[in-house]
């Protein structure tokens, strides 16, 4: 028996249905991220043996397909996006625990440093009403835009076309849309919180205590894609080398076949 752990264990409910009699009873455990498998072994910590962890995956190849110039085109047209503006891009979905809200008071700051910063929120959420009133209230309107829900398609196009991905959330289980931009060659910066810091590099990271560091590192990693000092190339091998499903699931085979044995 194999039993895959693909939320928190810090999670109640989860807590719940993996009490002593069951976790205990399997062959392997498999855990996303480091951190998860962490805080199950101080539950349960007979289970060090059996317990693995394997990364999220994903088709990596998909997101580092550079995008067709026509396809650019349309999109830019369609959401009135200058290219020659440096995007930082923002993701939904647009809830209270992914934070989008609490970057904006950053915003002025960030153009401050750098005027040719331009923030696309891309997706949909309850909160999106809200994050619009704030960006009014501080004067942001010339220097956002909201596309809404976006196809697949599009998202890709939004990757390719922007400097830098800020991603907010202080918890989260997966990290999907950190491995799709890094395999799209785009740099993210994130929380130094798992499981973010088991997939964004240290020099992208900031302190939930600290979270003014967003904007210094914001704007160097736009001068450093400017001056061409990030490789894209290095950011899209990394994230298919960790990530890529054909690779992942090479090793989940490996294991499945090693329990059967």
């Given at each position: 028996i194999?039993?895959?752990?693909?939320?928190?264990?810090?999670?109640?409910?989860?807590?719940?249905f993996?009490?002593?009699?069951?976790?205990?009873?399997?062959?392997?455990?498999?855990?996303?991220?480091?951190k998860?498998?962490?805080?199950?072994?101080?539950?349960?910590?007979?289970?060090?043996?059996?317990?693995?962890?394997?990364?999220?995956?994903?088709?990596?190849?998909?997101?580092?397909?550079?995008?067709?110039?026509?396809?650019?085109?349309?999109?830019?047209?369609?959401?009135?996006?200058?290219?020659?503006?440096?995007?930082?891009?923002?993701?939904?979905?647009?809830?209270?625990?992914?934070?989008?809200?609490?970057?904006?008071?950053?915003?002025?700051?960030?153009?401050?440093?750098?005027?040719?910063?331009?923030?696309?929120?891309?997706?949909?959420?309850?909160?999106?009403t809200?994050?619009?009133?704030?960006?009014?209230?501080?004067?942001?309107?010339?220097?956002?835009?909201?596309?809404?829900?976006?196809?697949?398609e599009?998202?890709?196009?939004?990757?390719?076309?922007?400097?830098v991905?800020?991603?907010?959330?202080?918890?989260?289980?997966f990290?999907?849309?950190i491995?799709?931009?890094?395999?799209?060659?785009?740099?993210?910066?994130?929380?130094?919180?798992?499981?973010m810091?088991?997939?964004?590099?240290?020099?992208?990271?900031?302190?939930?205590?600290?979270?003014?560091?967003?904007?210094?590192?914001?704007?160097?990693?736009?001068?450093?894609?400017?001056?061409?000092?990030?490789?894209?190339?290095?950011?899209?091998?990394?994230?298919?080398?960790?990530?890529?499903?054909?690779?992942?699931?090479?090793?989940?085979?490996?294991?499945?076949?090693?329990?059967?044995?």
């Open positions: 194999i039993l895959p752990i693909i939320a928190s264990i810090s999670n109640p409910i989860i807590a719940y993996l009490k002593k009699e069951h976790i205990e009873c399997v062959d392997q455990v498999i855990y996303t991220n480091n998860s498998k962490e805080k199950s072994l101080k539950l349960f910590p007979n289970t060090e043996n059996r317990s693995i962890v394997i990364p999220l995956s994903i088709d990596c190849t998909k997101f580092s397909q550079i995008p067709k110039i026509e396809d650019i085109d349309k999109f830019t047209q369609k959401y009135d996006l200058h290219r020659d503006k440096d995007i930082i891009l923002i993701l939904g979905p647009f809830i209270p625990r992914k934070m989008q809200k609490e970057l904006i008071p950053l915003f002025p700051k960030i153009i401050q440093k750098n005027s040719n910063s331009y923030f696309l929120f891309c997706g949909e959420g309850p909160t999106l809200s994050i619009k009133e704030k960006i009014i209230s501080y004067r942001l309107e010339d220097y956002s835009s909201f596309t809404g829900y976006v196809s697949e599009e998202l890709y196009i939004a990757y390719h076309i922007s400097s991905l800020i991603y907010p959330a202080e918890s989260g289980s990290g999907t849309p491995i799709e931009a890094l395999a799209s060659g785009l740099p993210v910066i994130a929380a130094d919180k798992p499981p810091n088991e997939i964004v590099s240290k020099e992208y990271l900031y302190s939930i205590e600290n979270k003014e560091q967003i904007v210094d590192i914001v704007v160097s990693t736009i001068e450093k894609r400017k001056k061409e000092d990030i490789s894209i190339f290095d950011l899209k091998k990394d994230a298919i080398k960790e990530h890529h499903h054909s690779l992942v699931g090479k090793k989940i085979l490996k294991l499945y076949e090693k329990v059967i044995e």
